[in-house]
Nanobody, 124 residues
């Protein structure tokens, strides 16, 4: 089983950038596709981005396409989310998650393991 720990959240002004990291324990990180989700206060958790086991396939929610980039380094057991041109609407707790589905998924129910989350706050 993989354990996940997010980091890199914080407070940033609109238009700024942040890079989130998701560190995974265990030796089987490359056996899991990974995803980022977020949850704003009073809202349901929503899909942000996903990346395949190999890292060659990625896909994004329309709301972040062109601004966010998901990547992974299987040698370091770490996944990243580079967030540029941040908007106040991006304010949320961001979670990383793992799934056995080869190419990941946009559905939270397909993910078995979750990190504890990291807060991202974008001020206007």
């Amino acid at each position: 089983q993989v354990q996940l720990v997010e980091s890199g959240g914080g407070l940033v002004q609109a238009g700024g950038s942040l890079r989130l990291s998701c560190a995974a324990s265990g030796r089987t990180f490359s056996s899991y596709a990974m995803g980022w989700f977020r949850q704003a206060p009073g809202k349901e958790r929503e899909f942000v981005a996903a990346i395949s086991m190999s890292g060659r396939s990625t896909y994004y929610a329309d709301s972040v396409k062109g601004r966010f980039t998901i990547s992974r380094d299987n040698a370091k057991n770490t996944m990243y989310l580079q967030m540029n041109s941040l908007k106040p609407d991006d304010t949320a707790v961001y979670y990383c998650a793992s799934t056995a589905r080869q190419y990941g998924s946009s559905r939270s129910g397909d993910y078995a393991r979750w990190g504890q989350g990291t807060q991202v706050t974008v001020s206007s």
